[in-house]
């Protein structure tokens, strides 16, 4: 499995209904080939502004790499880039497999 989790951070001139747009857009993307599970919401936190968060997994890292090269999310990264900045955090996973250290010592 391949993960994918996007942390947009809104820019403070970017008009609601602006982003109410992306948000759609960014939902849509999700509807694609190799694509098992996807999020988009709003944080609830606002202290440092509104934040995105985008939580995508894929089938495994080829699925991403076809998914990212598409044109759909061409799209979406274009708009996105002129409302917001972010930071990305990808990773591969065994599925099932806990993300906790269950060692005491």
Known sequence: MF???VLFRVRDDVTDPDLSAAI???RAVGKAPGVTAWTIEMSLDTRKGRIVVEDG???DRSAFETWRAGHAHQRVAGRMAGLADWWVGDWETEPGRANV???TG
Do not use: K
């Open 101 to 103: 250290d269950t060692e």
């Open 57 to 59: 997994s894929f089938v």
């Open 3 to 5: 993960r994918h989790v």
């Open 24 to 26: 759609d857009e960014l």
